[in-house]
Protein backbone atom coordinates (compact mmCIF):
# COMPACT_ATOMS: atom_id res chain seq x y z
CA UNK A 1 0.00 0.00 0.00
CA UNK A 2 1.60 3.51 -1.49
CA UNK A 3 0.50 6.89 -0.56
CA UNK A 4 0.17 9.62 2.01
CA UNK A 5 -2.14 10.30 5.08
CA UNK A 6 -4.32 12.68 2.64
CA UNK A 7 -4.95 9.71 0.19
CA UNK A 8 -5.71 7.66 3.43
CA UNK A 9 -8.27 10.00 4.52
CA UNK A 10 -9.82 10.84 1.22
CA UNK A 11 -10.13 6.86 0.61
CA UNK A 12 -11.84 6.75 4.43
CA UNK A 13 -14.72 9.33 3.34
CA UNK A 14 -15.14 7.71 0.00
CA UNK A 15 -15.38 3.88 2.31
CA UNK A 16 -17.72 6.06 4.48
CA UNK A 17 -20.04 7.38 1.52
CA UNK A 18 -20.09 3.49 -0.26
CA UNK A 19 -21.36 2.30 3.26
CA UNK A 20 -24.02 4.80 4.32
CA UNK A 21 -26.58 3.89 1.37
CA UNK A 22 -26.43 -0.09 3.48
CA UNK A 23 -27.11 1.69 6.29
CA UNK A 24 -23.85 1.25 8.21
CA UNK A 25 -20.64 3.67 9.29
CA UNK A 26 -17.28 3.52 10.10
CA UNK A 27 -16.27 3.74 13.90
CA UNK A 28 -14.29 6.42 14.12
CA UNK A 29 -12.65 4.93 17.58
CA UNK A 30 -12.33 1.68 15.90
CA UNK A 31 -11.11 3.32 12.62
CA UNK A 32 -7.48 4.21 13.10
CA UNK A 33 -4.69 5.53 10.94
CA UNK A 34 -1.57 4.17 11.29
CA UNK A 35 1.83 3.71 9.64
CA UNK A 36 2.81 0.04 9.22
CA UNK A 37 6.37 0.97 10.80
CA UNK A 38 4.27 2.10 14.13
CA UNK A 39 1.95 -1.52 13.88
CA UNK A 40 -1.53 -1.83 15.18
CA UNK A 41 -3.36 -4.24 17.15
CA UNK A 42 -6.09 -6.25 16.21
CA UNK A 43 -7.58 -9.53 17.36
CA UNK A 44 -4.70 -10.35 20.08
CA UNK A 45 -1.92 -9.81 17.17
CA UNK A 46 0.43 -6.82 16.77
CA UNK A 47 1.31 -6.57 12.93
CA UNK A 48 4.00 -4.17 12.55
CA UNK A 49 6.49 -3.46 9.44
CA UNK A 50 10.30 -4.38 10.47
CA UNK A 51 13.63 -4.99 9.04
CA UNK A 52 14.84 -8.72 8.68
CA UNK A 53 17.58 -8.77 11.90
CA UNK A 54 20.93 -9.12 9.27
CA UNK A 55 19.24 -8.20 6.58
CA UNK A 56 18.06 -5.19 4.71
CA UNK A 57 14.70 -6.46 3.91
CA UNK A 58 11.64 -5.46 5.60
CA UNK A 59 8.69 -8.02 6.05
CA UNK A 60 5.14 -7.79 8.06
CA UNK A 61 5.47 -9.30 11.24
CA UNK A 62 2.83 -10.52 13.34
CA UNK A 63 3.44 -10.58 17.30
CA UNK A 64 1.32 -11.46 20.01
CA UNK A 65 0.06 -7.90 21.60
CA UNK A 66 1.02 -7.41 25.32
CA UNK A 67 -2.82 -6.81 26.17
CA UNK A 68 -2.97 -10.58 25.00
CA UNK A 69 0.27 -11.53 27.45
CA UNK A 70 -1.26 -9.29 30.25
CA UNK A 71 -4.52 -10.99 30.07
CA UNK A 72 -3.43 -15.03 29.80
CA UNK A 73 -0.85 -13.52 33.09
CA UNK A 74 -3.66 -12.09 34.94
CA UNK A 75 -5.59 -15.76 34.41
CA UNK A 76 -2.70 -17.60 35.87
CA UNK A 77 -2.12 -15.37 38.47
CA UNK A 78 -5.62 -15.32 39.93
CA UNK A 79 -5.09 -19.48 39.77
CA UNK A 80 -2.29 -19.21 41.52
CA UNK A 81 -3.17 -16.68 44.33
CA UNK A 82 -0.46 -17.79 47.67
CA UNK A 83 -3.84 -17.60 49.64
CA UNK A 84 -5.01 -20.24 47.89
CA UNK A 85 -6.02 -24.00 49.01
CA UNK A 86 -7.09 -25.47 46.04
CA UNK A 87 -5.78 -28.87 45.10
CA UNK A 88 -3.05 -28.67 42.91
CA UNK A 89 -4.24 -31.60 40.23
CA UNK A 90 -7.22 -29.61 39.30
CA UNK A 91 -5.57 -25.98 39.50
CA UNK A 92 -2.67 -27.64 36.57
CA UNK A 93 -6.11 -29.17 34.64
CA UNK A 94 -7.30 -25.27 34.40
CA UNK A 95 -4.01 -23.73 33.72
CA UNK A 96 -3.36 -26.22 31.24
CA UNK A 97 -6.83 -25.63 29.49
CA UNK A 98 -5.75 -21.76 29.58
CA UNK A 99 -2.56 -22.60 28.43
CA UNK A 100 -3.43 -24.90 25.07
CA UNK A 101 -6.02 -22.82 23.80
CA UNK A 102 -3.98 -19.71 23.87
CA UNK A 103 -0.82 -21.28 22.68
CA UNK A 104 -3.10 -22.48 20.04
CA UNK A 105 -4.54 -19.31 18.89
CA UNK A 106 -1.01 -17.54 18.72
CA UNK A 107 0.85 -20.37 17.30
CA UNK A 108 0.80 -18.78 14.27
CA UNK A 109 2.54 -15.78 15.45
CA UNK A 110 5.90 -14.86 15.93
CA UNK A 111 6.12 -16.34 19.31
CA UNK A 112 8.52 -18.75 20.70
CA UNK A 113 10.15 -16.36 23.30
CA UNK A 114 6.81 -15.56 24.42
CA UNK A 115 5.83 -18.81 24.75
CA UNK A 116 9.15 -19.44 26.86
CA UNK A 117 8.22 -16.53 29.06
CA UNK A 118 5.05 -17.49 29.60
CA UNK A 119 6.05 -21.24 30.62
CA UNK A 120 8.62 -19.95 33.20
CA UNK A 121 5.95 -17.12 34.40
CA UNK A 122 3.88 -19.87 35.04
CA UNK A 123 6.41 -22.41 36.52
CA UNK A 124 7.39 -19.65 38.89
CA UNK A 125 3.68 -18.77 40.23
CA UNK A 126 3.20 -22.50 40.88
CA UNK A 127 5.86 -23.17 42.87
CA UNK A 128 5.93 -19.82 45.02
CA UNK A 129 2.28 -21.15 45.03
CA UNK A 130 3.44 -24.48 46.91
CA UNK A 131 6.27 -23.17 49.05
CA UNK A 132 3.70 -20.97 50.20
CA UNK A 133 1.22 -23.44 51.33
CA UNK A 134 3.19 -25.65 52.75
CA UNK A 135 5.53 -23.49 54.27
CA UNK A 136 8.88 -24.88 52.31
CA UNK A 137 12.11 -23.84 51.46
CA UNK A 138 14.01 -24.26 48.18
CA UNK A 139 15.34 -27.56 49.51
CA UNK A 140 11.90 -29.07 49.69
CA UNK A 141 10.91 -27.59 46.06
CA UNK A 142 14.34 -28.92 44.36
CA UNK A 143 13.62 -32.85 46.43
CA UNK A 144 10.18 -32.50 44.64
CA UNK A 145 11.12 -31.45 41.53
CA UNK A 146 14.08 -33.79 40.70
CA UNK A 147 14.45 -37.14 40.10
CA UNK A 148 16.80 -39.68 42.02
CA UNK A 149 19.42 -38.26 39.83
CA UNK A 150 19.04 -34.59 40.43
CA UNK A 151 17.48 -33.69 36.71
CA UNK A 152 14.65 -31.16 36.78
CA UNK A 153 11.12 -32.75 36.41
CA UNK A 154 8.06 -30.84 34.92
CA UNK A 155 5.53 -29.88 37.76
CA UNK A 156 3.11 -32.92 38.16
CA UNK A 157 -0.28 -34.24 40.34
CA UNK A 158 -1.23 -37.50 40.32
CA UNK A 159 -0.75 -37.85 36.41
CA UNK A 160 -1.32 -34.24 35.62
CA UNK A 161 1.21 -32.41 34.19
CA UNK A 162 2.21 -29.00 33.65
CA UNK A 163 1.51 -28.23 29.73
CA UNK A 164 5.01 -26.75 28.47
CA UNK A 165 3.45 -24.25 25.57
CA UNK A 166 6.83 -23.32 24.39
CA UNK A 167 6.81 -27.33 22.64
CA UNK A 168 3.91 -26.22 20.11
CA UNK A 169 5.29 -25.88 16.80
CA UNK A 170 5.39 -22.68 15.30
CA UNK A 171 3.64 -22.51 11.89
CA UNK A 172 4.38 -18.80 10.56
CA UNK A 173 3.26 -19.47 6.82
CA UNK A 174 0.83 -22.22 5.92
CA UNK A 175 1.03 -21.38 2.24
CA UNK A 176 3.23 -19.50 -0.13
CA UNK A 177 3.15 -17.29 -3.00
CA UNK A 178 0.20 -18.35 -4.96
CA UNK A 179 -0.48 -22.49 -3.19
CA UNK A 180 -3.34 -21.31 -1.55
CA UNK A 181 -5.78 -23.70 -1.67
CA UNK A 182 -9.49 -22.82 -2.29
CA UNK A 183 -12.24 -23.42 0.47
CA UNK A 184 -14.72 -25.55 -2.12
CA UNK A 185 -11.91 -28.22 -3.12
Not at 26 to 47: A, C, N, P, R
Amino acid sequence: VHGTCDDVDTLKEEIAQVLAPMGLRLSESKTTVVHMSDGFDFLGFHIQWKRKPGTKKWYVYTFIAKRSIRSVKAKIRALTRRSSTADLKETLIRINQILRGWTNYFRHAVAMSTFNHIQQFTWWRIVSWQKKLHRWGWGQVRRWLTDHTGRWQPISAQGTRLYNPATIGITRYRYRGAKIQPPWV
